[in-house]
């Protein structure tokens, strides 16, 4: 990727020089079934990673220089035309000394800081740390719908670019300063949980940080009552014009393993010649309202839940049959899938000739019910889970040939579609697909460029030669 921003001559010169500079980017998220119901730790969520990432670079600021009370500078271009600057006080506590502030930053350098200083000798933190610390972020254009004059992202696609800022960061500060447990072990994987948190003022699902860290999984969130606890009693307060975060318990709360117990993601991955294809809807849907209203509605009608969850779970056993057809026979499946690709939907359990078309149709069939249990679910929450503008925009995605099943993701809404498709360069159902949603006249649909990627957070080898060209 080709960077033109204001940091580059900055960065460049640093890059001429014998720095220890480390690298880590994480993926994005899509959540293709399990909305709502991940935030209840009793259900499961299916989560894709994509191959969009988020790129986390650390150094020192001041190398072979030491002070008691060190900086932090930030250099994001896509966040900001101007660079931040925080200083650690002798109490661990940052305060801006440069605006503008960026809480996701602030509340992740805080909080590692925090359990890093609990976790190495004081004498090797505070060498590390004395030479200050320079952070630079760069986010790949997918994440952003909007690009301002100044270079700075104005709107966003939803792929999840504060989490995956959040657990590159943490990623990156924990590999920078040698953390024990590593920069993907679960120690670094809940501080970012839990810095995440505390930037947003709430708790979430969690989803979106965990499939950063580990890639498309099955995730069931942590207990609640873990990270809520430690939001009501760890202090915040203003001093003058700066947060402040005071995080005493924040140690013992990483360390309990009791704490997050149950919290197990399983990988998932899509069967072979299956693949992600993502449209941002240019709409807008205000997610922590339709939220609110469906869990206020959702103890009224717990049956319609366990009839959304069940379904979910046929949904991914469904998609595990097809990796198991490909273990018996990957010749076969191949030809079948190809075969499916370029047929029309009713013929595939025919022109298939073996179970693999019964396979796709039962795949195509649950999710066709996943849709409607989402529908009747938004009509008595009153939400727009699937608008009808998105419900002729989906039909339409699912009668193109090679699409099996298409949907709208997470909480829903008006922002963006998704689809899963039988992939091959030469099958051409994604090529089907652009064309179908550039040419949509109902609403402006932008196609997105990923695809599903298993990885989670990668630690780049040599970020010295190579910087944020990526």
């Known amino acids: 990727m080709a960077l033109s921003s204001w940091d ?56 072979n220089q030491s002070t008691i009370c060190p900086d932090v500078v930030l250099l994001a271009p896509q966040l900001s035309c101007q660079t931040t600057r925080w200083s650690l006080d002798a109490s661990m506590a940052l305060s801006l000394t440069s605006p503008p502030n960026n809480a996701f930053v602030f509340a992740t350098v805080q909080c590692s800081f925090a359990v890093l200083n609990h976790a190495l000798s004081q004498a090797t933190f505070a060498e590390i740390l004395g030479a200050g610390i320079l952070i630079r972020t760069l986010a790949d254009p997918q994440f952003y719908s909007g690009i301002g004059p100044d270079g700075v992202a104005t709107s966003k696609t939803g792929l999840g670019s504060s989490a995956t800022l959040v657990a590159s960061l943490t990623s990156a500060i924990f590999a920078f300063f040698g953390h024990p447990d590593g920069h993907v072990g679960q120690i670094c994987y809940r501080t970012a949980q839990m810095a995440h948190c505390v930037a947003q003022g709430q708790v979430g699902s969690g989803f979106d940080i965990s499939a950063a860290f580990f890639g498309s999984q099955i995730y069931r969130r942590f207990p609640a009552a873990t990270l809520q606890h430690f939001i009501a009693n760890d202090v915040t307060h203003r001093h003058g014009n700066s947060p402040r975060l005071l995080l005493p318990s924040l140690p013992h709360v990483i360390t309990d393993n009791q704490l997050w117990s149950g919290h197990h993601p399983r990988p998932f991955r899509l069967p072979p010649c299956i693949d992600l294809v993502l449209g941002d809807v240019y709409g807008g849907s205000r997610t922590p309202d339709m939220v609110r209203k469906v869990l206020a509605w959702r103890s009224n009608a717990p049956a319609a839940w366990e009839q959304l969850a069940a379904l979910n779970s046929t ?156």
């Open 8 to 63: 580059d001559a900055i960065w460049d010169d640093l890059r001429d020089q014998d720095r220890n500079i480390v690298c880590c980017s994480a993926p994005g998220k899509v959540l293709i079934a399990g909305g709502y119901l991940v935030l209840d730790e009793q259900y499961t969520g299916t989560v894709l990673g994509i191959s969009a990432r988020f790129r986390s670079q650390i150094t020192p600021l001041r190398p």
């Open 315 to 470: 949904f991914v056993d469904k998609l595990n049959a097809l990796h198991e057809a490909f273990s018996v026979d990957p010749q076969s499946y191949r030809h079948v899938m190809g075969s499916a690709a370029v047929s029309d939907v009713t013929d595939w359990r025919t022109d298939a000739g073996n179970a693999i078309g019964d396979k796709l149709t039962e795949i195509r069939t649950t999710f066709s019910a996943i849709r409607a249990a989402l529908r009747q679910m938004g009509s008595l929450a009153c939400v727009d889970i699937e608008p009808n503008s998105q419900s002729r925009l989906l039909d339409a995605t699912m009668a193109e040939a090679g699409v099996i099943c298409a949907g709208v993701p997470g909480a829903g809404g008006y922002d963006a579609v998704f689809a899963l498709i039988i992939n091959d360069e030469s099958f051409g159902s994604r090529n089907r697909v652009r064309r179908l949603w550039s040419s949509w006249t109902e609403c402006r649909v932008n196609f997105i460029d990923v695809r599903q990627d298993d990885a989670g957070i990668i630690l780049q080898a040599n970020p010295s030669t190579s910087a944020m060209s990526l």
